[in-house]
């Protein structure tokens, strides 16, 4: 069977170009100033003749539609057309239109010819797409090998719920170390955590109203326990601290004070037992971002 011929894409296969590139079976002709000014790559690789050590690019290659500047084949016409969009600085697609497999590409595009401008917005396609359909696993492993922090830092919030027993080996192996053992070093702490929370009622503070000091206390201890530590401790399915609140609150609350029912579901609400949660996630995934990634520098000096 033939290969298919190239073709000359409909919107970057300017006359006046002065490159043509190939990106699978599609040929682009751009203006070499436009990709030099966008790409630390593209600077050097043009005009590196000005700068001695350096081999400039064969005086041949891209000059013609059959000697192009190939493209990596990894990479398809979609995200070439894309970065060039970038670099142009024209048209830009709907960002729920363009799948995993495209922003991706864009970042290898970024990370190969040294653009920010092309990083930061396939950055932002990675921001506001709808990654609901990405494991977190894989999610993660995308802003680790791009050394996107904020990035990171939400995939490896997604990670902490997982069952450990639902990932797969292959999977064990996109994510390092580091950040396997912080995984669950965290979610030890949370689950130490969270025993001692069902387990220790916050201490009870009576309304001034309250007739039977005793039997309010006793009976906000059975509470908790029977419903807090039961909703938290659920061994077929643990609830949230939110979700938990809003159960536990819907109890009937025996035969304590109503007035010392409510004001303790306001302290509860507003306890820093149930904060504490999210203090030790933020620092456990901030600590290891800080630790693992280092985002590029955004600026350069060009050649000229």
């Given at each position: 069977m033939a290969d298919k011929p190239d073709q000359r894409h409909h919107a970057f296969y300017f006359a006046d170009g002065?490159?043509?590139?190939r990106a699978q079976n599609v040929l682009f002709k751009?203006?070499?100033r436009i990709l030099a000014d966008k790409s630390l790559t593209f600077e050097t690789m043009f005009y590196a003749n000005e700068h001695a050590g350096i081999r400039p690019l064969r005086q041949d290659r891209g000059s013609t539609d059959d000697k192009p500047i190939l493209v990596p084949e990894q990479i398809s016409d979609t995200a070439f057309e894309l970065f060039l969009s970038v670099c142009y600085d024209k048209w830009r697609p709907d960002s729920s239109q363009v799948g995993e497999s495209v922003v991706v590409e864009l970042l290898e595009l970024?990370?190969?010819?040294?653009?920010?401008d092309v990083r930061k917005y396939a950055i932002k396609l990675l921001s506001?797409?709808?990654?609901?359909?990405?494991?977190p696993i894989d999610l993660a492993s995308i802003a680790l090998k791009y050394q996107i922090k904020h990035i990171f830092c939400r995939a490896f919030r997604q990670l902490i719920p997982l069952?450990?027993?639902?990932?797969?080996?292959?999977?064990?192996?996109l994510l390092d170390f580091p950040v396997w053992r912080s995984l669950f070093r965290l979610r030890e702490r949370l689950d130490i955590h969270r025993r001692i929370?069902?387990?220790?009622?916050p201490r009870l503070v009576h309304s001034v109203g309250c007739e039977d000091h005793q039997r309010c206390h006793d009976d906000w201890r059975q509470l908790w326990w029977n419903g807090m530590g039961r909703f938290l401790l659920d061994g077929r399915n643990p609830q949230s601290f939110d979700d938990a609140i809003l159960q536990f609150q819907g109890l009937s609350y025996g035969a304590m004070s109503p007035e010392c029912w409510r004001k303790m579901i306001k302290c509860v609400k507003e306890g820093k037992a149930f904060l504490h949660e999210d203090d030790l996630v933020d620092r456990a995934v901030q600590g290891l971002a800080d630790f693992i990634i280092r985002e590029p520098i955004s600026d350069y000096t060009p050649f000229s």
């Open positions: 002065t490159l043509i590139f751009v203006h070499k970024s990370r190969m010819y040294e653009s920010q506001f797409t709808d990654w609901y359909t990405v494991k069952r450990i027993n639902d990932i797969e080996d292959s999977e064990f192996e929370v069902a387990c220790e009622p």
